[in-house]
Nanobody, 120 residues
């Protein structure tokens, strides 16, 4: 069974860059025709798809966040990383990494999530 674990800072200051890493075990991020997604849920709101990196390394981003988002991977560590620049309080959310057969908020496996608060 695939397991995902998010890691990164819980508190980020406005205008800084948020970086979160997802470590995957029980499966390789380079096989299986899967998408490795980043999803977030702001307080009191629904899930928002941010972007994904495919098994082949191709990246996809939500149009609403594309100008501030990048996703990379380290295949030697079986990890993929989210970078979100110029954060504001609107980026305060629980951030999840997830594996799915498509891009979006549907997934087969998901990490437990990590709370990120943007505050000075």
């Amino acid at each position: 069974q695939v397991q995902l674990q998010e890691s990164g800072p819980g508190l980020v200051k406005p205008s800084q860059t948020l970086s979160l890493t997802c470590t995957v075990s029980g499966g390789s991020i380079t096989t299986g025709y899967y998408y490795w997604n980043w999803i977030r849920q702001p307080p009191g709101k629904g899930l928002e798809w941010m972007g994904a990196i495919s098994y082949s390394g191709r990246t996809y981003y939500s149009p609403a966040l594309a100008s501030r988002t990048s996703i990379s991977r380290d295949t030697s560590k079986n990890q993929f990383t989210l970078h979100l620049t110029s954060v504001t309080s609107e980026d305060t959310a629980v951030y999840y990494c997830a594996q799915g057969s498509s891009r979006g908020t549907s997934y087969d496996y998901r990490g437990q999530g990590t709370q990120v608060t943007v505050s000075s």
